[in-house]
C-alpha cells in the first residue's frame, strides 16, 4: 500500500492568515491526489482533486498543488469556517486507496 | 440533488457480522457515468480507511488489508448498495461512510455515516 504522511497534524492560525498543509505519499502517485475537508460531526467534502483542480463551489482561496510525492494545500486567508481536519487521498494505486492521517486546523 | 444514507445495525457482537446498507437518491446507481458505490470507515477520533466498492456491472473491489472479511453487493432495484463484514472485533469498531466516487476514484459526495460499535 502507499502510504500518506500529513504534516502538521494540528495548526493553530489567526483569521487571514495563511495555512499551508503538506502531504507526502511513500511512492509516486502522480498528480493523482485528492484534499478533503472534515468539520466536526460530518462527512468528508472533496474539495481539491487531481492535485490542483478546485472542486465545484469550493471557495478559491483554497489551492492545491505538487506532483510525484509531495503535495501542499494552501488556505490563503483562513475563515472561521474553514475550522476542520483536511485528508489527502491518493487515488494511483487501485484496489488500495489511502488517506494521509489528517490535519486539525484551528483558530488561534 | 445526490444523496445517500446509511443504515443497519449500530450494535453488533464480537465474531459477528457487521451489515450496513447505503440507499442512494437523486441517481441511480446502475446508470454508469462511470460512477462507482463505495464503503469507508472512520474509527472514533482516527482517520479515513477504504473498504471497497462496486461498479454498476457488479464487479467489486476491496481494500487487500480487509479482502477476506468484505463483501460489498448492489440491488440496483431498490437502488441501494450494501457492506457485510464477517467475524468483526472491537477494531472493526467506526463511524461507516458509504460514498460515491467517478472514475478517477476521487469521492464528491457522502451519506452521513453510521456508527457501529462492536461490543458484547
Known amino acids: 500500500d502507499i502510504q500518506m504522511t500529513q504534516s502538521p497534524s494540528s495548526v493553530s492560525a489567526s483569521v487571514g492568515d495563511r495555512v499551508t498543509i503538506t502531504c507526502r505519499a511513500s511512492?509516486?502517485?502522480?498528480?493523482?491526489l485528492a484534499w478533503y475537508q472534515q468539520k466536526p460531526g460530518k462527512a468528508p467534502k472533496l474539495l481539491i482533486f487531481?492535485?490542483?483542480t478546485l472542486q465545484s463551489g469550493v471557495p478559491p482561496r483554497f489551492s492545491g498543488s505538487g506532483s510525484g510525492t509531495d503535495f501542499t494545500l494552501t488556505i490563503s486567508g483562513l475563515q472561521p469556517e474553514d475550522v476542520a481536519t483536511y485528508y489527502c487521498?491518493?487515488?494511483?494505486?487501485?484496489?488500495?486507496?489511502?488517506f494521509g492521517g489528517g490535519t486539525k486546523v484551528e483558530i488561534k | 440533488q445526490l444523496q445517500l444514507q446509511e443504515a443497519g445495525s449500530g450494535l453488533v457482537k464480537p465474531s459477528q457480522t457487521l451489515s450496513l446498507t447505503c440507499t442512494v437518491s437523486?441517481?441511480?446507481?446502475?446508470?454508469?457515468?462511470?460512477?462507482?458505490w463505495h464503503w469507508i470507515r472512520q474509527p472514533p477520533g482516527k482517520g479515513l480507511e477504504w473498504i471497497g466498492h462496486?461498479?454498476?456491472?457488479?464487479?467489486?473491489y476491496y481494500n487487500p488489508s480487509l479482502k477476506s472479511r468484505v463483501t460489498i453487493s448492489g440491488d440496483w432495484s431498490k437502488n441501494q448498495f450494501s457492506l457485510s463484514l464477517i467475524s468483526v472485533t472491537a477494531a472493526d469498531t467506526a463511524l461507516y461512510y458509504c460514498?460515491?466516487?467517478?472514475?478517477?476514484?476521487?469521492?464528491?459526495?457522502w451519506g452521513q455515516g453510521r456508527l457501529v460499535t462492536v461490543s458484547s
Open positions: 460514498a460515491r466516487s467517478n472514475l478517477d476514484y476521487y469521492f464528491d459526495s
Open positions: 437523486g441517481a441511480s446507481i446502475n446508470s454508469g457515468g462511470g460512477f462507482s
Open positions: 462496486v461498479w454498476p456491472s457488479g464487479s467489486t
Open positions: 511512492q509516486p502517485v502522480s498528480r493523482w
Open positions: 487531481g492535485a490542483s
Open positions: 487521498q491518493q487515488a494511483n494505486s487501485f484496489p488500495a486507496l489511502t
